[in-house]
């Protein structure tokens, strides 16, 4: 933990501190080792939040580009049932900010525990196996509404630099088609068709995962992931084909938008001004 209470104030660690769980109340403990980061932890029992994962310098240089008052948030539910998110932001928008390996179970328990809900993942782990591939129109343009994309994959050269069949092409032998029914018809080289396609271009891209971590691709809730970058990536399915596509979004975008908007799916759809 970050923070725990001392003297009735929330509090980072210091040496030989002595605190309580803003949580359950116990007892905690300061560790301020020389090779440690610090933080607090509870004196005679694991952590009370069983969701909770130790931190990395990456997961702490997350929290600490929020105010103090939107770090480590404790929620109770109805039911009594009670966890420490992250961050809360002013406007209800709860982040969740994950290093470590999590199961469908976790996953979805704090989606449903939460609602209201971002996931900003660490992909130093597997940077090496994520490309990102060829730009697509904005799904909602009226140039994306004709075009389906062959997905791309691990090796497929020509679909990772953009392949796509016309809807209406296929249309033309069964006008019934629809995008997700549309077989066969005359493959189209993005080469070819650049200028058009980009002319809707809004920071959508194919993308290429080897050995994905599934549970990210199943998320009910926005993902996020932070390779590093001044960006970050989120993961998205870019039409009734199932095509999955990404956009990306600059951190600093990201961090104005979870500050006044009120709905997680909102954070980057809107194209104002920046202060």
């Known amino acids: 933990m970050q923070y725990a209470l001392v003297d009735g104030s929330r509090k980072e660690a210091f040496p030989y501190g002595r605190g309580t769980c803003q949580t359950c109340g116990s007892a905690t403990v300061a560790k301020c080792g020389?090779?440690?980061?610090?933080?607090?932890?509870?004196?005679?029992?694991?952590?009370?939040?069983?969701?909770?994962?130790?931190?990395t310098p990456w997961h702490r240089a997350w929290k600490n580009l929020f105010p103090e008052a939107c770090r480590e948030i404790s929620h109770l539910?109805?039911?009594?049932?009670?966890?420490?998110?992250?961050?809360?932001?002013?406007?209800?928008?709860?982040?969740?900010?994950?290093h470590s390996a999590m199961t469908d179970a976790e996953r979805l328990s704090r989606e449903a525990f939460y609602g209201n809900l971002v996931w900003v993942v660490d992909g130093s782990g597997f940077r090496k196996n994520f490309s990102i591939e060829h730009e697509l129109p904005a799904?909602?343009?009226?140039?994306a509404q004709d075009l389906i994309w062959l997905p791309a994959g691990p090796k497929q050269h020509g679909s990772n630099r953009g392949i796509f069949l016309r809807l209406s092409e296929c249309r033309k032998h069964d006008p019934t088609l629809t995008k997700a029914t549309a077989r066969g018809g005359l493959m189209n080289f993005l080469r070819?068709?650049?200028?058009?396609?980009?002319?809707?271009?809004e920071g959508h891209h194919q993308y290429v995962w080897v050995r994905p971590h599934r549970t990210w691709l199943d998320a009910t809730c926005p993902v996020y992931i932070d390779f590093g970058d001044d960006w970050l990536v989120r993961l998205e399915t870019y039409d009734e084909t199932g095509l999955r596509c990404l956009i990306r979004v600059s951190k600093r975008k990201f961090l104005h938008d979870v500050m006044v908007e009120t709905d997680a799916d909102a954070?980057?759809?809107?194209?104002?001004?920046i202060p």
């Open 34 to 55: 020389p090779r440690v980061m610090h933080h607090w932890a509870h004196a005679s029992r694991r952590d009370c939040d069983p969701w909770w994962e130790n931190e």
């Open 77 to 98: 539910a109805p039911d009594g049932e009670i966890h420490r998110s992250d961050i809360k932001t002013p406007t209800g928008i709860v982040i969740e900010v994950q």
């Open 267 to 273: 954070i980057g759809t809107r194209f104002y001004p």
């Open 192 to 201: 070819d068709h650049e200028a058009e396609v980009l002319a809707s271009y």
């Open 139 to 143: 799904p909602k343009s009226v140039i």
